[in-house]
């Protein structure tokens, strides 16, 4: 399978745990995106990898969040001391190119804070 | 503020028939407007997608109007079959700047019954 895969696919953990997850996008897909999604809403995007940089991260990224992406491949999103309003998918996608190109998702990361 | 937004919030249509979802958008800058179908459990896979530059595109059963002066963009889903029940999401992008991220409407629970 070449599509994006995200790792794990269901998480439940206990408020104020720290929790990671990982995305690894299409191969050689520049660019790559972080957005959360909860029940009955659509994605809002959290932050946008272009290569290895870090180039925007949304006012609903608080403080707690942070993502990575080493050497331009895949990337983490940490959260760190959990809260019940956590609690969401967490999608990640990728494109390729210098212009408009088609984001491709990942199945995200649903997780669960108790 | 919400930038897109989607209606109806849920639709069910007979086998067969039209399945209609409208968006409108308030940013101006939005020149990208993709539509997304996800079904449970899965991440967002790209359907079908317009520019501005063109007021409508059709892609086998599935087409999307566009009425720029009216900022509202529609998805019509011709012969609906029960295989297109899903959550279809309407998105807009700005190619100004270089994130191109997306901006999801809230998302229609499409039903098609046999």
């Known amino acids: 399978d070449t599509g994006v895969s995200q790792d794990p696919r269901h998480k439940i953990t206990k408020r104020g745990q720290n929790v990671t997850f990982r995305c690894d996008p299409i191969?050689?897909?520049?660019?790559l995106y972080w957005y959360r999604q909860t029940l009955g809403q659509g994605p809002e995007f959290l932050t946008y990898?272009?290569?290895?940089?870090?180039?925007?991260k949304s006012r609903l990224l608080s403080d707690r969040f942070s993502a990575e992406r080493p050497k331009g491949s895949f990337s983490t999103l940490e959260i760190q001391r959990t809260e019940q309003g956590d609690s969401a998918m967490y999608l990640c996608?990728?494109?390729?190119?210098?212009?408009?190109?088609?984001?491709?998702f990942g199945p995200g990361t649903r997780l669960l804070v108790l | 503020q919400q930038q897109v937004k989607q209606s109806p919030q849920s639709l069910i249509v007979q086998k067969g028939g039209i399945s209609i979802i409208n968006c409108a958008y308030e940013?101006?800058?939005?020149?990208?407007f993709p539509w997304y179908q996800q079904f449970p459990g899965k991440g967002p896979a790209l359907l079908i997608a317009?520019?501005?530059?063109?007021s409508e595109k059709k892609e086998g059963r599935f087409t999307i109007s566009f009425n720029k002066s009216a900022k509202q963009f529609s998805l019509h889903i011709m012969d609906s079959q029960p295989g297109d029940s899903a959550t279809y999401f309407c998105a807009a992008s700005t190619s100004g700047g270089s994130n191109y991220k997306l901006t999801f409407g809230k998302g229609t629970l499409l039903t098609v019954n046999p």
């Open positions: 996608a990728s494109s390729l190119g210098s212009g408009q190109g088609t984001q491709y």
């Open positions: 317009i520019r501005p530059d063109v």
């Open positions: 191969s050689e897909h520049n660019r």
């Open positions: 940013n101006t800058a939005f020149d990208y």
């Open positions: 990898f272009q290569n290895e940089a870090q180039l925007e």
